[in-house]
């Protein structure tokens, strides 16, 4: 088949390489910073090539020192920049946790409205790769604890392409969790993608019998899981939440008064979740539209494990979401 020549066929890795790349070329006030974004390119490769196209002054090796870089963007972004501060993983974050809750999110707040922190962080999260527990957790629900920042989750090439920018108009911090699962992911995405919208949900599978909320890499296990359903007679809808903090309660709520029956899947720890989160706002909001039991699929709490059969253990994963569905249909 002859593909349109409107699109290109890319990574999502690439995708928010030229997200980066295109933020860099429209403000000279933005500058990437970071363990390993120059001369290695980042540890997952995103940032390959930007050094030798923008110079040390705009692409900033740092050191190992979360706290300290961190703390440094949000210096800078008080100052007049507007830095995209890259952080390897999400369990590396918990080092500058003081910088971005005490800090970040603050500052606007206890400034009494004169400060604000246009910064944005990026980091991977998730695990699914086997490299064990520091490198493999999804933080981002205890992220969306806090407020004073947004938390965004991009699934799709569309998404990867376009929050950054978005993120980067944002006046306050804004945080992007990018699972590391995603960045081998090809797709098309037309040659003109820009700026997305980051404050809505989006359906990205219309479905009349039970509704599955979900964000990030857990998505394509839900439309997986929405197609075997399918076959057998259960017509699913699958909401990409996009975003965790403000969460986009509207569309899952007018979700679940359509179908009556909810699912969330949740790759962080089930315990204190932004699950248990959305569960209570379902509870509070569409209680009398249930005839189940919101039902909630998490990681296991557990460390995420080295070992694959055990990892894959510990994941939510296409064939849970199928079982619980089913047994919810059927009670």
Same mark, same amino acid.
């Given at each position: 088949?002859?593909?349109?020549?409107?699109?290109?066929?890319?990574?999502?890795?690439?995708?928010?390489?030229?997200?980066?790349?295109?933020?860099?070329?429209?403000?000279?006030?933005?500058?990437?910073?970071?363990?390993?974004?120059?001369?290695?390119?980042?540890?997952?490769?995103?940032?390959?090539?930007?050094? =030798?196209?923008?110079?040390?002054?705009?692409?900033?090796?740092?050191?190992?020192?979360?706290?300290?870089?961190? %703390?440094?963007?949000?210096?800078?972004?008080? %100052?007049?920049?507007?830095?995209?501060?890259?952080?390897?993983?999400?369990?590396?974050?918990?080092?500058?946790?003081?910088?971005?809750?005490?800090?970040?999110?603050?500052?606007?707040?206890?400034?009494?409205?004169?400060?604000?922190?246009?910064?944005?962080?990026?980091?991977?999260?998730?695990?699914?790769?086997?490299?064990?527990?520091?490198?493999?957790?999804?933080?981002?629900?205890?992220?969306?604890?806090?407020?004073?920042?947004?938390?965004?989750?991009?699934?799709?090439?569309?998404?990867?392409?376009?929050?950054?920018?978005?993120?980067?108009?944002?006046?306050?911090?804004?945080?992007?969790?990018?699972?590391?699962?995603?960045?081998?992911?090809?797709?098309?995405?037309?040659?003109?993608?820009?700026?997305?919208?980051?404050?809505?949900?989006?359906?990205?599978?219309?479905?009349?019998?039970?509704?599955?909320?979900?964000?990030?890499?857990?998505?394509?296990?839900?439309?997986?899981?929405?197609?075997?359903?399918?076959?057998?007679?259960?017509?699913?809808?699958?909401?990409?939440?996009?975003?965790?903090?403000?969460?986009?309660?509207?569309?899952?709520?007018?979700?679940?008064?359509?179908?009556?029956?909810?699912?969330?899947?949740?790759? %962080?720890?089930?315990?204190?979740?932004?699950?248990?989160?959305?569960?209570?706002?379902?509870?509070?909001?569409?209680?009398?539209?249930?005839?189940?039991?919101?039902?909630?699929?998490?990681?296991?709490?557990?460390?995420?494990?080295?070992?694959?059969?055990?990892?894959?253990?510990?994941?939510? =994963?296409?064939?849970?979401?199928?079982?619980?569905?089913?047994?919810?249909?059927?009670?």
């Amino acid at each position: 088949m002859k593909e349109n020549p409107q699109m290109i066929r890319l990574t999502y890795r690439e995708a928010v390489r030229e997200a980066i790349r295109e933020a860099l070329r429209k403000d000279d006030r933005v500058f990437l910073m970071g363990e390993d974004v120059g001369r290695y390119g980042g540890c997952f490769a995103v940032s390959k090539g930007l050094l =030798q196209e923008f110079g040390p002054e705009r692409i900033r090796d740092t050191p190992l020192s979360e706290s300290a870089f961190v %703390g440094a963007g949000i210096g800078a972004a008080m %100052g007049g920049m507007r830095p995209i501060v890259e952080i390897m993983t999400v369990n590396f974050s918990l080092l500058a946790a003081d910088q971005i809750l005490n800090n970040a999110a603050t500052i606007l707040h206890m400034s009494g409205g004169q400060f604000n922190i246009p910064l944005v962080i990026r980091m991977a999260t998730g695990g699914g790769r086997q490299v064990a527990a520091q490198h493999s957790h999804s933080l981002e629900g205890w992220y969306a604890h806090i407020p004073g920042i947004k938390v965004l989750t991009p699934a799709t090439l569309e998404d990867a392409r376009g929050m950054l920018w978005t993120a980067l108009e944002d006046p306050d911090p804004v945080l992007i969790f990018e699972n590391s699962n995603l960045y081998n992911m090809e797709g098309q995405l037309p040659a003109d993608a820009g700026p997305v919208d980051i404050h809505r949900a989006r359906v990205r599978r219309p479905g009349s019998d039970v509704t599955i909320i979900t964000y990030s890499a857990s998505l394509f296990k839900a439309l997986d899981a929405a197609e075997i359903l399918a076959r057998e007679g259960i017509d699913a809808e699958v909401i990409d939440l996009r975003t965790l903090r403000p969460l986009d309660q509207e569309t899952f709520l007018a979700s679940v008064t359509k179908t009556h029956r909810a699912v969330i899947v949740d790759e %962080g720890w089930r315990s204190g979740s932004i699950s248990a989160e959305i569960a209570a706002r379902i509870m509070e909001g569409a209680f009398y539209e249930l005839d189940a039991p919101v039902e909630r699929i998490c990681s296991a709490e557990v460390p995420m494990p080295y070992a694959k059969h055990l990892e894959q253990a510990a994941l939510p =994963q296409t064939e849970t979401i199928v079982a619980t569905i089913k047994r919810m249909m059927h009670s």
